[in-house]
């Protein structure tokens, strides 16, 4: 584990986000860099097709989850 140093002001998103999205501060800069590296690799995916890509790689079986 290292220490990243980033923008007060850009903590300050991430801090926000964080209690939208009910993470902590550090699960959310996680995401939002292993989301980004994900659409560097694959620049003609959408948001969503790489999200349902990772859903299906980790196996969640997304109709189970959401009650369908």
């Known amino acids: 584990m290292g220490i990243v140093k980033i ?5 300050g998103e ?3 986000a964080s209690s939208v999205m009910v993470r902590s501060i ?7 860099i292993k989301v980004g590296m994900l659409a560097e ?3 003609s995916m959408s948001f969503s ?3 349902r890509e ?4 980790a196996e969640v079986d997304v109709r189970k989850a959401v009650g369908g």
Do not use: T
């Not at 923008?7 to 903590?11: A, I, N």
């Not at 990772?54 to 790689?57: D, N």
């Open 7 to 11: 923008d007060d002001e850009l903590h």
């Open 14 to 16: 991430v801090r926000k």
């Open 26 to 32: 550090n699960a959310q800069a996680e995401y939002w």
């Open 41 to 43: 690799a694959n620049p």
């Open 49 to 51: 097709d790489i999200m």
């Open 54 to 57: 990772q859903m299906e790689l």
